[in-house]
């Protein structure tokens, strides 16, 4: 879009008919190309409709996040330190917070436009480029940040590379669209043109796109917890080893890398790398297919330490090991700390994605809210990016409260491709009594590990655990009443994992009693990194283990078994809980496709 202004002159030109032009000669006529049709190049073809953004077309710019080279540094004072100085400071730094291009990499980044050749300008000429909102992005020139473009400039013809700023965060306040305007001024003539552009938008990925990378955590030798307060009893987690040799040798099957995080120096215990942060992606359209940026979403987690709220120390983690070229981390942070128990909601846990379906061409985020509900902030973060609408189930009646205990997507021979994997406690019950029947009631679940508490299969169906583990079912199927309204899959095409549940004492809440096996990782569509359930044995089989393999074997899934009843299963997690994921996305419908 152009806007031309004269004096009175070319006014009263105009009332006679006359061209301005004609009275001008040669006007500087101001044209600025984006990438509009997105294909990747700057073309008259990006012409048309240049000055609005729709969904269809209107160019894209990426938020430069990322620290192409690892100028960030995080010293080890910083992972423990109290308050939220260091965390601010974290966020601060990045490639977009400096006033240079950040090598080849970072030029990559910016989002391509051109200025026009105007060799009809005198040597007075100038122009000027401004973006509304200000704050969003900014445009570099020759490998420096510009506002205004000389003469010599633009009688040349100018490349330019925008750089985005920030990632929406709130789209009532800004919904990723920014302006840029070009302003041409020679001889007191003037000509502007005006392209709008939006941010791409986080998308989160999901389960049946294989996993690149696999993040656990490792210990180290930390003291404990800010103020000597182990958090959990009797030297949970341990036995680092045994969960660290099978998570190895699932991974390797699948080609991932695996790679351990070690803690923070005060608390290396806080070894939840799936809780920590939220994996997703932004894209822009380049030449030879989208350009790409990891994007991680920190866990919107605040502590309170001795009076002081702190944001999760665990989560320094991401931006001193994760981030790094092409990988960037952004945080939504309350200014206090939530109640303990709606933090939990907070985690990244309590985040994952369905994957496409009809009506829904890049999913749909799916969280846990109720009685207790995430920070708000942080929930408009991972749930306002416009194009993966959320699904809410309950998740308030359970201790951890994520949506990850009860539900995983897994693929299936159906028409949408997958389906969903979802805790059974009626099977885990049934399963029970089919070992009591033949026989086998007095056998202790848990019986080879070196869990303090082992409960024979007669305690468990005769004590009120039974009716608490009806409980989780009925919330459960509450659950499911509402997923499968929202994705239009049957009963029958669920894949129902045995898992036994129980009462969490002082809390009135539900958790896991036999490891949640739905809680495991996909490494990709077809291999699953299960938590060993340690159940009872039916001639000579663990019931729980057979339920579970025979269940994704019919969707063409095999279960890797990972041993994590010590690391984290006493500690309220499983496989899922205490790893990660950096997926391949790469054949993903692009966002702006869909």
Known sequence: MRRWTAGLAAAT?????????????????????????????????????????????????????????????????????????VDEKLAACNDAADDRINGPRDAADLAPL????????????????????????????????????????????????????????????????????????????????????????????????????????APNDGPGWPGGQAPYPDGVPGEWQPFARTLRSATSETGARLKFVKGTAQGWKDMWLQDTFEPATASMPAVGGPHTMRILIRSGNVWDFNGVSTPRPAGRLIYRDLRGPDVGVVQELAAKASPSLDDLLNMGGNLEALPPYDGYPQGRVLYGAGARRPDPAYLKLVTGQGYQP?????????????????????RANNARGWTLAVADPRLAAKLLRDVQRHGGGGQHLFADTNAKTKPSVDELLATTSLADNEAAAQHIDDQLAILLKATDLR?????????????????????????????????TDRQFAAPDPHGPKLN???????????????????????????????????????????????????????
Request: glycine share 8%.
């Open 13 to 85: 030109l105009l009332a006679a008919g006359t061209p301005v032009i004609a009275a001008w000669g040669a006007a500087p006529l101001a044209h600025l190309t984006a990438d509009v049709n997105r294909d990747g190049l700057l073309t008259t073809a990006d012409d048309a409709g240049r000055s609005t953004w729709t969904d269809s077309r209107g160019a894209i710019f990426l938020p430069n996040l990322d620290d192409d080279e690892r100028r960030c540094k995080v010293s080890p004072a910083e992972l423990g330190a109290i308050g939220r100085a």
């Open 114 to 217: 051109k200025i026009d050749a105007l060799s009809n300008l005198s040597s007075t000429a100038t122009g000027m480029l401004t973006i509304s909102p200000a704050d969003k992005a900014r445009i570099f020139v020759d490998a420096r940040p510009v506002g205004s473009l000389t003469a010599a400039q633009l009688r040349k013809g100018v490349r330019l590379g925008l750089e985005g700023r920030d990632v929406v965060r709130d789209p009532t306040k800004w919904d990723g669209r920014i302006t840029v305007t070009l302003t041409v001024r020679d001889h007191g003539r003037s000509s502007s043109d005006v392209v709008q552009l939006r941010v791409a938008p986080l998308m989160l990925q999901n389960d049946l796109q294989p996993a690149q990378t696999v993040l656990a955590g």
């Open 390 to 410: 959320p699904v809410t189930i309950d998740t308030s009646w359970l201790m951890v409260g994520h949506t990850d205990e009860t539900t995983h997507v897994v």
């Open 491 to 523: 009963a029958d095409e669920l894949v129902r994992l045995p898992v036994f549940f129980n009462r969490v004492p002082g809390y009135g809440l539900l958790k896991f009693l036999t490891p949640g096996l739905t809680n495991g990782l996909s490494l």
């Open 540 to 594: 000579g089989r663990d019931v729980f283990r057979q339920a579970t393999e025979r269940a994704l074997a019919r969707n063409g899934v095999r279960v890797h078994w990972v041993q994590n009843f010590f690391w984290s299963h006493l500690a309220g997690g499983e496989v899922h809980c205490a790893t990660n994921a950096l997926r391949d996305v790469s054949d993903a419908t692009p966002w702006w496709r869909s």
